[in-house]
T-cell receptor, first 113, second 115 residues
Framework: GNSVTQMEGPVTLSEEAFLTINCTYT??????LFWYVQYPGEGLQLLLKATKADDKGSNKGFEATYRKETTSFHLEKGSVQVSDSAVYFCALSEYNQGGKLIFGQGTELSVKP | NAGVMQNPRHLVRRRGQEARLRCSPM?????VYWYRQLPEEGLKFMVYLQKENIIDESGMPKERFSAEFPKEGPSILRIQQVVRGDSAAYFCASSPQTDSNQPQHFGDGTRLSIL
């Protein structure tokens, strides 16, 4: 079945450091890929998405490229801020499965000043 | 606030009681999804509904859990005879159509605690 695997956290970085959170997936078809962010006590917010191979999603300085050959969708940011501290979820959705999201286990990011 | 509204935000129940969680989708959205987040885990799909229809309930436990999305009013996730293992955050999401390219919009969740 479909699945998403993320690197384990927590990830602790200093402000302005480079961020990479790895995400790989297994899917039977051609999924859409998403990164969601969850701040403490809140629901999930869409951060970025990519719907086909080689697409690059980007938002708020974050970006991720849909790599079909490596089945990956790694999240990157060149310079993190304290306000980026949150839990990040990678997810996939397949058209023939009604749009339901399959999530990774989440990666907690803590950015220190 | 035009976002997905969930209530209550926090719900405390004793073992054996019933829990009812409500979700009002974004205006114009007719597709509702429920997810459960156990402590230290990611979100797991439970059920997908359209107005008056359950489309996919493959993630719902076979017993004690039910969901509905009536023609009028919010979607309801109902848990009967709750047990300690039901303690979790329950999130509702909505979208305007069934399209894997269409992002889902999430509510802030209901945190259920079982005493």
């Amino acid at each position: 079945g479909n699945s998403v695997t993320q690197m384990e956290g927590p990830v602790t970085l200093s402000e302005e450091a480079f961020l990479t959170i790895n995400c790989t997936y297994t899917a039977t078809g051609y999924p859409s890929l998403f990164w969601y962010v969850q701040y403490p006590g809140e629901g999930l917010q869409l951060l970025l998405k990519a719907t086909k191979a080689d697409d690059k999603g980007s938002n708020k300085g974050f970006e991720a490229t849909y790599r079909k050959e490596t089945t990956s969708f790694h999240l990157e940011k060149g310079s993190v801020q304290v306000s980026d501290s949150a839990v990040y979820f990678c997810a996939l959705s397949e058209y023939n499965q009604g749009g339901k999201l399959i999530f990774g286990q989440g990666t907690e990011l803590s950015v220190k000043p | 606030n035009a976002g997905v509204m969930q209530n209550p935000r926090h719900l405390v129940r004793r073992r054996g009681q019933e829990a009812r969680l409500r979700c009002s989708p974004m205006k114009g959205h007719s597709h509702v999804y429920w997810y459960r987040q156990l402590p230290e885990e990611g979100l797991k799909f439970m059920v997908y509904l359209q107005k008056e229809n359950i489309i996919d309930e493959s993630g719902m436990p076979k017993e004690r859990f039910s969901a509905e999305f009536p023609k009028e009013g919010p979607s309801i996730l109902r848990i009967q005879q709750v047990v300690r293992g039901d303690s979790a955050a329950y999130f509702c999401a909505s979208s305007p159509q069934t399209d894997s390219n269409q992002p889902q919009h999430f509510g802030d969740g209901t945190r259920l605690s079982i005493l």
